[in-house]
T-cell receptor
Framework: QQQVKQSPQSLIVQKGGISIINCAYE??????FPWYQQFPGKGPALLIA?????SEKKEGRFTISFNKSAKQFSLHIMDSQPGDSATYFC????????????FGTGTRLQVTL | NAGVTQTPKFQVLKTGQSMTLQCAQD?????MSWYRQDPGMGLRLIHY???????DQGEVPNGYNVSRSTTEDFPLRLLSAAPSQTSVYFC?????????????FGNGTRLTVT
């Protein structure tokens, strides 16, 4: 049972463009939505996270948009750079029945020159 | 700070062999966990621990054992390796429960079972 669905599986964006990755969740007990970035040969690292009391969170070129009613959230990477080429995972978690972080299947982003 | 340290980085096993993947963290985190990463499957939780002496199963626990005798260490044991356990294994820790605070990952162990 996949509780967090992520799309697309892969994405190619030109340098300077906007990268958009989408995720949808099912468990309404989730109240913590992080994004992780993973470079080849490394473990995932937290990039940015949002809680449902806000609809958007921005950190530099990275923005999370959150739609509670649709149970969807997305990562936008503005002015994408070749150094952003990595695999991105969305995740969802919280407390109680949602106390274990559930990950999406990942999006492999390639930013071309 | 070293963060989360995993050893070995690579391992090849024959079917039926056993081994232990080591994980240590120096951040005094109470929560530790093991994930496996497979293409197209994302990261799936194997086992986790909310403190020394306490462990519990995650999404895919079959074929794996864990123990938590100290806050720092959380080894993962493969009892009788199978080709289906070929994967990249990540250990992760966090200050609070794993579902509600940042996870700090090690750099993984790439395991091949032939």
């Amino acid at each position: 049972q996949q509780q967090v669905k992520q799309s697309p599986q892969s994405l190619i964006v030109q340098k300077g463009g906007i990268s958009i990755i989408n995720c949808a969740y099912e468990n309404t007990a989730f109240d913590y939505f992080p994004w992780y970035q993973q470079f080849p040969g490394k473990g995932p690292a937290l990039l940015i996270a949002i809680r449902p009391d806000v609809s958007e969170k921005k950190e530099g070129r990275f923005t999370i948009s959150f739609n509670k009613s649709a149970k969807q959230f997305s990562l936008h990477i503005m002015d994408s750079q070749p150094g952003d080429s990595a695999t991105y995972f969305c995740a969802a978690g919280g407390t109680g029945t949602a106390s274990k972080l559930t990950f999406g299947t990942g999006t492999r982003l390639q930013v071309t020159l | 700070n070293a963060g989360v340290t995993q050893t070995p980085k690579f391992q090849v096993l024959k079917t039926g062999q056993s081994m232990t993947l080591q994980c240590a963290q120096d951040m005094n985190h109470e929560y530790m966990s093991w994930y496996r990463q497979d293409p197209g499957m994302g990261l799936r939780l194997i086992h986790y621990s909310v403190g020394a002496g306490i462990t519990d199963q995650g999404e895919v626990p079959n074929g794996y054992n864990v123990s938590r005798s100290t806050t720092e260490d959380f080894p993962l044991r493969l009892l009788s390796a199978a080709p289906s356990q070929t994967s990249v294994y990540f250990c992760a820790s966090s200050y609070l429960t794993g579902g509600n605070s940042p996870l700090h990952f090690g750099n993984g162990t790439r395991l091949t079972v032939t």
